[in-house]
């Protein structure tokens, strides 16, 4: 479709309300083709156009990690980046923006992405918007399956003009949490693939995330294979290790879900430090230190813990004491060791897909859990504290599918006050990092051998342990606890995303949800009501 053909249909109210379903997303699309022959566009030329949500963390927190490799359940926003796609015949791509004053324009040529694999050294400026369109490109051109057709593009003279913008009632934030980075190199994935006629499917076109390596940054498909497997009105789950779309599953209507966005900034974030001296009247020394503190509190990682597991699986004076028996121990070392790497989830789970597992066979893997917990030894608690929590998180994420299917809305706020617990502080930053009570008032926050060995007596749960992976402040664990005593168990938060600050996911019971949000709103959060949309797409225009 040229974009002459769009300017016609953006005169056309119907049209272009058939082609983009809701008014607020016609007036978007009519604003971008409006702004495209200023871009550069030419009129008969063909023109692909994109839309992307946002992606929301809705539930499993920090499971995605090496040595745990859980699943994710996420969901996609009403919230969209809008863009538009040309070739032109320069060897070089143009990245323009609707708000140039914030988002200045930038081009790369294509000798300029021939990089050479990611080494996770930054090729680009992490800081400016476009390097992360380059770190796409440069995956494409590098490592993709497709790295040949897109070079004999560019040899052939081709380039690329992209415009994106994310303006009005609908635009997708850029920090909230919702992956804004991830909508953009889909938008432009998703152009390059048709412009390109490379043919990559969804499960190839996700993979594209990893040009964040080139960013210097850590990455994974997790955000896009979200964002392009979604179906409205229906969360996502989304395996790691490797990173694969699972299943969808429908919102209950007994359960409306908030996002809540504290605006507290990430506590490690840059952005803190001016807000930690405001707040709490510090020094920039001071507010300094509690940056780094939270920033080593998010390296908590699984790997040490299951390292330490597989050590004491050799060393059969630890087995004995751990009450293990030489059958339970081969059972656990052939499935932590059956992958490429050793990963927790699978003392739980088969892959990704047990999410209908017997009973009988949760508790049983439950005693086994809580026995290899004992292989950790005592004296290294925060390995112990780590496991816990993505061994308990893992069970709750089968348990909370399960529970969404049936549309059990009371095991579903259960299990997300659960979750929360988990997260808990156990530092409180406002106090110069003193201990906050929570780990004294249960025994599943630092489980030593003594309360493990109850939990075997009593066949405990492993869904409702909390272990720590501190993910949380103090400002909401208060908030949480408040929320649900008020509610009368109603209602439920826990951390969303990253967490450290920034945004809380909300479950309440849909009778109670007007009252929810206010009291949501009346403690100066940002709230929105998450209803799960499209996936990312080409947009087709439709006949007149």
């Known amino acids: 479709t040229t974009l002459r053909k769009w300017e016609d249909a953006a005169e056309s109210e119907c049209t272009l309300k058939r082609t983009a379903g809701v008014e607020q997303r016609a007036n978007a ?20 156009v994109t839309a992307v949500p946002g992606r929301d963390r809705v539930f499993m927190g920090h499971t995605d990690f090496p040595g745990l490799g859980a699943f994710t359940v996420n969901a996609t926003s009403q919230e969209e980046l809008v863009a538009a796609f040309q070739l032109t015949a320069d060897r070089t791509f143009h990245f323009l923006n609707a708000c140039p004053e914030q988002f200045p324009n930038a081009s790369v040529t294509a000798a300029e992405l021939l990089v050479g694999p990611a080494t996770g050294r930054a090729v680009w400026d992490p800081d ?10 440069a995956y494409l051109f590098n490592m993709s399956p497709v790295a040949a057709s897109c070079t004999r593009n560019t040899q052939a003279g081709a380039g690329l003009r992209a415009f994106f913008q994310s303006r009005g009632p609908l ?18 994935a998703l152009g390059v693939n048709v412009l390109f006629d490379l043919k990559l499917q969804l499960p190839q076109l996700a993979q594209v995330d990893w040009g964040e390596y080139y960013l210097g940054k850590k990455a994974g498909a997790a955000d896009k294979t979200a964002q392009l497997f979604a179906r409205n009105g229906e969360l996502v789950v989304v395996g790691s290790f490797p990173e694969e779309f699972i299943r969808t ?35 920039t020394e001071a507010a300094s230190e509690i940056k780094a503190w939270a920033k080593t509190t998010m390296q ?3 790997t040490p813990a299951v390292e330490a597991i ?5 060393d059969h004076c630890v087995l004995e004491r751990a009450g293990l028996e030489p059958e339970d121990a081969e059972a656990a070392a052939n499935a932590l060791l059956k992958g490429t790497q050793p990963l927790l989830r699978d003392l739980l789970i088969v892959g990704h897909s047990d999410f209908h597992a017997s009973a009988k066979d949760r508790a049983a893997a439950h005693r086994l859990v809580y026995r290899l917990l004992k292989l950790i030894p005592q004296e290294q608690m925060t390995l112990r504290q780590v496991a816990l929590y993505g061994l308990s998180e893992t069970e709750r994420g089968l348990r909370y599918v399960s529970a969404v299917e049936r549309g059990d809305a009371r095991e579903v706020l259960r299990l997300v006050c659960a979750a929360h617990d988990g997260d808990r502080a156990l530092r409180d930053y406002r106090s110069r990092l003193a201990p906050t009570t929570w780990a004294d008032e249960r025994d599943d926050v630092a489980p030593t051998d003594d309360a493990i060995d109850i939990w075997l007596k009593r066949n405990d749960d492993l869904a409702y342990k909390a272990g720590a992976f501190q993910r949380s402040i103090p400002d909401i664990d208060e908030a949480a606890s408040a929320l649900f005593a008020d509610f009368a168990g109603d209602a439920a938060l826990r951390v969303a995303a990253a967490g450290m600050g920034g945004t809380v996911a909300v479950h309440a019971l849909v009778q109670r949800a007007a009252e929810v949000r206010e009291w949501l709103e009346r403690r100066g959060w940002s709230v929105r009501r998450l209803e799960p949309a499209y996936p990312a797409r080409v947009v087709q225009l439709l006949p007149h």
């Open 249 to 283: 599953v429908a919102l209950p209507e007994s359960i409306v879900v908030f996002m809540a966005n504290t605006n507290i900034p990430r506590l490690s974030a840059a952005e803190a430090v001016p807000w930690l001296q405001t707040k709490l009247g510090i020094t």
């Open 310 to 314: 597989l050590s004491g699986l050799r």
């Open 128 to 137: 400016h918007w476009a390097s992360y369109c380059k770190g796409a490109l």
């Open 300 to 302: 908590l990682a699984y």
């Open 29 to 48: 699309l009519r604003e971008l083709v409006r702004s495209l022959r200023g871009a550069g566009f030419e009129p008969d030329a063909p023109l692909v």
């Open 171 to 188: 635009a997708l934030p850029q920090r909230a949490g919702m992956s804004s980075s991830a909508a953009l190199t889909t938008a432009l």
